[in-house]
Nanobody, 121 residues
């Protein structure tokens, strides 16, 4: 069984910073991509940032230059450093990982439970 546990959300004023963490645990043989998505009230879930096993990253245009995604492969953990936060960044942030629980080469997507980020103006 695989679990993704997020932490680091909260309430911050506009212009402030937060750092999200997501640790994957359980039966993990290999992790390909890890990333962050967010969903604001009344909106669809959207990609924020993703990092693949080799370190290549991809960001939504709305967060480029403000957010930085990184990962610690030894700890199966992904981070999202969020700077210069704006009220429109308010959402539930979800961790996502594409990983193989066993050595059979089959990969599956897993989601965390979500962590609330609220940016006040």
């Amino acid at each position: 069984q695989v679990q993704l546990v997020e932490s680091g959300g909260g309430l911050v004023q506009a212009g402030g910073s937060l750092r999200l963490s997501c640790a994957a645990s359980g039966s993990i043989f290999s992790i390909n991509t890890m990333g962050w998505y967010r969903q604001a009230p009344g909106k669809q879930r959207e990609l924020v940032a993703v990092i693949i096993s080799g370190g290549r990253t991809n960001y939504a245009d709305s967060v480029k230059g403000r957010f930085t995604i990184s990962r610690d492969n030894a700890k199966n953990t992904v981070y999202l450093q969020m700077n210069s936060l704006k009220p429109e960044d308010t959402a539930v942030y979800y961790c996502n990982a594409e990983l193989s629980p066993y050595s059979d080469g089959k990969y599956f997507r897993y989601w965390g439970q979500g962590t609330q980020v609220t940016v006040s103006s």
